[in-house]
């Protein structure tokens, strides 16, 4: 299977996952390539996880087909199971285990010899600096440190392709950012990485990302021609009033969001009207105002018209 010469590793059409009459997953196409890392962006809800759960044959789709390393989910999910690593948001791991009993018996359940298990728990606990902790239990362990061992053992029997659902959000912004290097390293070494999160910057930090809401793909691409295409220019206000100033601007023709950020107000004006700064200080509600400015879009702002967030 290959798209632009590019292998694909996952490859779903029509995938809808009901409970009851309510469609959690509501008709998503995904096409992601090899050797990058792929992110589903998306509200509370929005269906990340139970995407991500069908994906790794955990649960049956209602409808549509996927396609996971050229194997048919869920009919190959048995097979799957050891050329996939999944990082859950709970981070599975056993509290009244040491660090070293929850890779033994990660390393058991993916089915390693008795050789490859000692070779790769040594690697994975040198890699991700566990071998000090190797006697703590996994429930006597900080966030950052839990989240390594989960890490670690998502990753013992060499995975091709590693699902990891939020997998930093109870950790600190060091961890996070030592943990998305860990992933950069992954990747050069071959493997494929589909990530869940909230969080913009890690967004940002994904070779192409989907934007999902209620359960759809708003919008998909590598986040730097998501800003480009973003249907929006941005301009900043500074004032007194701003809390006054975003209620008069929303809602009117030509404003698509408002928001405000610290001592400013971030608006998105629509791209078709010529020259967005004038366009504001034509308009009454900026009276007063000290800075009126154009910057430059970020994820946020495709975030934010992609989805129906800072609309209301
Ligand atoms: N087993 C289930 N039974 C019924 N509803 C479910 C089930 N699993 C998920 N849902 C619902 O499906 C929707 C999508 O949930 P999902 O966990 O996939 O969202 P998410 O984007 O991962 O959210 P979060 O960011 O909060 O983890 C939610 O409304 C959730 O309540």
């Known amino acids: 299977m290959t798209a632009n010469n590019r ?22 196409d995904l096409t992601i390539e090899r050797g990058m890392i792929y992110g589903f962006l998306g509200p509370n809800g929005s269906g990340k996880t139970t995407a991500i759960r069908m994906l790794t044959g955990l649960l049956t789709p209602s409808e549509g087909t996927v396609e996971v390393l050229g194997l048919a989910i869920p009919k190959d999910a048995e097979t799957l199971k050891y050329k996939i690593g999944y990082m859950t948001q ?35 606990m040198e890699r991700y600096q566990l071998s000090d902790l190797k ?35 109870a950790v600190d912004p060091e961890s996070r950012r030592h943990f998305w290097e860990e992933l950069f390293d992954l990747v050069e070494g071959g493997t494929s990485i589909i990530v869940t999160t909230h969080f913009m910057d890690e967004a940002e930090r994904c070779h192409k990302i989907a934007i999902l809401e209620a359960g759809q793909k708003r919008a998909d691409g590598a986040p730097k021609e998501l800003m480009a295409a973003l249907g929006a220019n941005v301009v900043e206000i500074e004032a007194r009033n701003l809390r006054d ?12 969001a408002a928001a405000q950020l610290g001592a400013r107000l971030r608006v998105l004006v629509r791209d078709d ?38 609309r209301q």
């Open 245 to 256: 100033i975003r209620r008069g601007l929303l809602g009117s023709d030509g404003i698509m």
């Open 273 to 310: 009207i010529a020259d967005p700064e004038a366009f504001l200080k034509d308009k009454p509600e900026t009276d007063g105002a000290s800075v009126i400015e154009r910057v430059r879009p970020n994820l946020e702002d495709v975030f934010v018209t992609a989805t129906g967030e800072g």
């Open 90 to 124: 709970t981070f599975s791991l056993y509290g009244d285990l040491t660090v070293l009993e929850n890779l033994d018996f990660m390393a058991t359940i993916y089915g390693l010899g008795r050789k490859k298990r000692k070779q790769r728990i040594a690697e994975v």
């Open 135 to 169: 006697n703590r239990f996994a429930g006597k362990m900080s966030g950052g440190q839990r989240q390594r061992l989960a890490l670690a053992t998502a990753v013992l029997h060499e995975p091709q392709l590693l699902f990891l659902d939020e997998p930093t959000s």
């Open 7 to 28: 292998e694909i590793v996952v490859r779903a059409e029509g995938l809808v996952k009901k409970f009851n009459d309510f469609r959690a997953v509501d008709g998503l």
